[in-house]
């Protein structure tokens, strides 16, 4: 069982950049997979990018492909999804989540397939 805590949302400018993290508790932590979703207003949620257990592979959706970078510190329970170049459409609440299955190789964009959530952190980005 994980439980993620995310932190490091905050208001920033266009163009600036943000570090997000995610703090996740439990002894699985180093053999699931990590996803970051956010969800805007009036919008569904979305995935944004994911690792894999060991981090050797990565995802992105191409809205922040090249833009942001997903990685994971297994020594420290954490995953942080580093954040440049941010437009005002990148406004939303950020999760990070947990891989339902150990040791995946694949990465799987469905919201479904993740089975511990955080609360989430605003991230706003004024133009």
């Known amino acids: 069982q994980v439980q993620p805590v995310e932190s490091g949302g905050g208001l920033v400018q266009a163009g600036d950049s943000l570090r997000l993290s995610c703090a996740v508790s439990?002894?699985?932590?180093?053999?699931?997979?990590m996803g970051w979703f956010r969800q805007a207003p009036g919008k569904e949620r979305e995935f944004v990018t994911a690792i894999t257990w060991d981090g050797g592979r990565t995802s992105y959706a191409d809205s922040v492909e090249g833009r942001f970078t997903i990685s994971r510190d297994n020594a420290k329970n954490t995953v942080y999804l580093q954040m440049n170049s941010l437009k005002p459409e990148d406004t939303a609440v950020y999760y990070c989540?947990?891989?339902?299955?150990?040791?995946?190789?694949?990465?799987?964009?469905?919201?479904?397939?993740?089975?511990?959530w955080g609360q989430g952190t605003q991230v706003t980005v004024s133009s």
């Open positions: 989540a947990a891989d339902r299955f150990e040791y995946s190789r694949v990465l799987v964009r469905s919201g479904t397939r993740y089975g511990a």
């Open positions: 439990g002894h699985t932590f180093s053999s699931v997979a």
